[in-house]
């Protein structure tokens, strides 16, 4: 069974452009999760999709967006870029139904000059 | 409320050595618990899990936990380290946090090297 895929995998944006990142879930899952990597903050979580509806929320901006298509594919939208978004953008999935475990995408590096 | 601690953000051990990664966590319902590695420029993967069905957890490449309530906590072990363990290792909580869906509040990880 293919894994969880994410891209682009590189990224390179200025201040004040925004960016949309896909995740592609593992083939059955409909949780779709995003995470955020950084050295200063570690991994942080940034909302849940299942069944095309967010469920849970962090604690990010309203600059941090997403949504996921009716495939249980999902995209994350950050508008107006600072350079505190530089980041690993983790997707992960499972079956969204219990405390399953979460399967992890390659990430998507995103670096804001 | 979750949250997880992990007592050393760097470990290094010699090849063949006992690994020990600490990992303490605080949750207001039973928890489930998980080890990630992250391997340089890679996503996490999974290398173990407690889920409530026994306290001693045998995941891949070796690497055992042990599920303690009365310490809240769940160090990650290996008997004997290989190089191919280095990687920087997360500990993770998930609970119920309504509306029947769960999320992972991640430690702040600790980077494992091994020495020839």
């Known amino acids: 069974k293919a894994g969880v895929t994410q891209t682009p995998r590189y990224l390179i944006k200025t201040r004040g452009q925004q960016v949309t990142l896909s995740c592609s879930p593992i083939?059955?899952?409909?949780?779709v999760s995003w995470y955020q990597q950084t050295p200063g903050q570690g991994l942080q979580f940034l909302f849940e999709?299942?069944?095309?509806?967010?469920?849970n929320k962090g604690n990010f901006p309203g600059r941090f967006s997403g949504r996921q298509f009716s495939n249980s594919r999902s995209e994350m939208n950050v508008s107006t870029l600072e350079l505190g978004d530089s980041a690993l953008y983790l997707c992960?999935?499972?079956?969204?139904?219990?405390?399953?475990?979460?399967?992890f995408g390659p990430g998507t590096r995103l670096l804001v000059l | 409320a979750q949250s997880v601690t992990q007592l050393g953000s760097h470990v290094s051990v010699s090849e063949g050595a006992l690994v020990l990664l600490r990992c303490n966590y605080s949750?207001?319902?039973?928890?489930?618990l998980f080890w990630y590695v992250q391997y340089p420029n890679k996503g996490l993967q999974l290398l173990l899990k407690?889920?409530?069905?026994?306290?001693l957890v045998k995941g891949i490449n070796g690497f055992e936990a042990e599920f303690k309530k009365s310490e809240t906590s769940f160090h990650l072990t290996k008997p004997s380290a290989h190089m191919s363990d280095a990687a920087e290792y997360f500990c993770?909580?998930?609970?119920?946090?309504?509306?029947?869906?769960?999320?992972?509040?991640f430690g702040k990880g600790t980077l494992l090297t091994v020495n020839p």
């Open positions: 992960a999935s499972s079956l969204g139904t219990g405390s399953e475990t979460q399967y």
């Open positions: 999709y299942f069944s095309e509806t967010q469920r």
């Open positions: 949750s207001s319902v039973p928890p489930y």
């Open positions: 083939s059955g899952h409909r949780s």
């Open positions: 407690y889920t409530s069905a026994a306290t």
């Open positions: 993770a909580v998930s609970a119920h946090s309504g509306g029947s869906n769960y999320k992972l509040t």
